[in-house]
């Protein structure tokens, strides 16, 4: 049993003096700290299962608020929507995300991670099911919004849900690789994309047609039932549950976890008491409004208290200008595209292709016009790129514990301030794409930002700090997508250098990101690893029972 913590553990319990004495093991040990408690669980088949099911929670959030923009073209030949109202739908659910993640983290913190996520994830569920069968696009507006409402719980409650379940060894990779679940959401709903869109549905249905839009939206709800079949399965935080004083049984959670990953009885789980935090507070304490919104003061203002002041600002102004930049790009990178492609594969440079666009050309017939014809080359292209931004991600958590949180955010940063660059001189078709590429996977470090966030917010307002984080940077991706596209086509050399500037702030904010100092881990000594040994053989496992 090669586990560090154990072995620090038993060098701690079974401690030696001078001369070889052992000594007086009759004295009753100290509690453990959770820290300790959670890494002699282990990581294995509880851990895999807990990524898989947090992934299916984050990837429903990006499901359901793309989905919409997949089914644009068809849904007009059914509710003919005006411009505006094809506007609004887009941003309704990105708004409904913003509007309810200050809530969702006070509901994370007081009544309990895992619980917070069921009844979002259903009532989610719910709104996307019906949004469905809109009888008119004000319909479609509205319980996409409410979708977007309640499936914001699925974003940044995740992060305490899978976090909290770790120690400091694992906790890094495996948020770092949850986070690529939000990418492989962009692979998911294209390739559903492509095979029900084409489809000629001519059903009715409760009196209307029920196309294939329609059952594009019924087939991303699949995402989020998985997610919530997985989340009744999961116990509540052994940390979270100790911050609430509940001792007792957040050892028999830890217990559990350990009899899963070891495949032993939770009798030999070593920690026999974990010392209680402190600071929680619960939805049991509010008995009327003005309670309620004391208990939501209360849990916001510790973000800001001055010891946390600069660095919760930092965090949200990082959060919100890599989300504008990221999102900004790609809301218009199909459009891009399209741009590039009518060269007919001439040469030519990126910015003199989109000064040549018009943005209002046609838009007063395309408002009204539909089609059924599917053109499945820009899904295609977003496979790619989904497929590139997990390939980015599953390098981060292979070298996040190599270089550092904050050097690998500033080394990305580094590669797409040398792209930006270089779209000012690339002419070759390829290369202006992989360069637009790199630069929307900026993105990406909004996930490696979310785990610093993690680690320095303590339990008792952990949510509620991911939720404010997150919200933020949300609405960094609702202003980036309606305006960082029209000022690139009316002025695209000037905003291209003061997107570099951008960046080079990005940089430089990134630096001063808190980040713990790593440990130095003891080396066990031979008494130590003596110890470890003996507590394989049956008899001392009789024993410690």
């Not at 690789?177 to 059903?203: H, Q, V």
Request: a neutral charge.
């Amino acid at each position: 049993m090669d586990n560090p913590g154990y072995v620090i553990d038993c060098e701690r319990e079974f401690a030696t003096v001078e001369g070889g004495r052992e000594e007086n093991l009759s004295e009753k040990p100290r509690p453990h700290t959770f820290e300790e408690a959670i890494t002699l669980t282990g990581v294995g088949r509880f851990h895999y299962k807990l990524l898989l099911i947090c992934g299916l929670c984050f990837m429903g959030v990006m499901v359901e608020i793309m989905g919409v923009s997949l089914i644009m073209n068809q849904m007009k030949c059914d509710l003919q929507p005006t411009l505006d109202q094809q506007g609004i739908l887009a941003s309704a659910g990105f708004l409904g995300v913003v509007l309810s993640s200050h809530a969702m983290g006070f509901l994370a913190d007081t009544w309990g991670r895992a619980t917070t996520l069921r009844y979002a994830l259903c009532l989610s569920c719910v709104c996307s099911l019906v949004s469905a069968f809109s009888v008119n696009i004000w319909m479609l507006i509205v319980f996409r919004f409410l979708t977007g409402f309640f499936i914001s719980g699925g974003q940044a409650c995740v992060f305490s849900l899978c976090g909290e379940f770790h120690g400091s060894g694992s906790r890094i990779r495996h948020v770092t690789l949850l986070s690529g679940f939000l990418c492989t959401a962009m692979i998911f709903a294209p390739a559903m994309a492509i095979g029900i869109l084409p489809l000629r549905i001519e059903t009715i249905v409760l009196g209307m047609r029920f196309s294939s839009w329609r059952v594009l939206l019924l087939a991303n709800v699949s995402v989020s039932l998985l997610a919530l079949v997985g989340i009744t399965a999961l116990p509540e935080t052994p940390k979270y549950l100790l911050v609430q004083g509940r001792g007792d049984e957040s050892l028999e959670i830890l217990r559990f976890i350990f009899a899963k990953n070891s495949g032993r009885d939770p009798s030999e789980y070593p920690v026999k008491e974990v010392a209680l935090e402190s600071g929680g507070v619960s939805l049991s304490d509010v008995h009327g409004f003005l309670d309620a919104v004391r208990l939501v003061w209360h849990q916001t203002v510790p973000l800001f208290h001055r010891t946390r002041l600069w660095h919760t600002l930092n965090i949200c102004c990082i959060q919100f200008l890599i989300y504008f930049l990221a999102q900004g790009i790609f809301m218009w990178f199909p459009t891009i595209l399209d741009e590039l492609g009518t060269r007919n594969g001439n040469d030519t440079l990126l910015c003199n292709v989109l000064q040549g666009f018009n943005m209002n050309s046609g838009s007063g017939d395309e408002a009204s016009s539909c089609s059924v014809e599917v053109d499945t080359s820009t899904y295609q292209v977003m496979i790619i790129i989904g497929a590139c931004f997990v390939l980015i991600y599953l390098i981060f958590a292979f070298i996040i514990d190599l270089m550092g949180k904050k050097n690998l955010l500033m080394a990305w940063m580094v590669l797409t301030m040398i792209c930006l660059v270089a779209l000012h001189y690339v002419e070759q078709f390829a290369l202006v794409v992989i360069a637009l590429t790199v630069v929307m996977a900026i993105g990406n470090c909004g996930g490696l930002v979310s785990t610093i966030a993690m680690e320095f917010y303590p339990t008792h307002i952990n949510a509620m700090g991911m939720c404010f984080i997150m919200m933020v940077g949300r609405l960094g991706a609702v202003v980036g997508s309606n305006i960082l596209g029209r000022l690139l086509f009316a002025s695209c050399d000037p905003m291209f250098w003061a997107l570099l500037v951008l960046v080079v702030l990005l940089c430089t904010l990134g630096y001063f990101l808190p980040e713990k100092t790593r440990s130095r881990q003891e080396k066990p000594s031979a008494t130590a690893k003596a110890i470890v040994a003996a507590t394989t053989s049956p008899i001392f496992a009789i024993n410690s029972k």
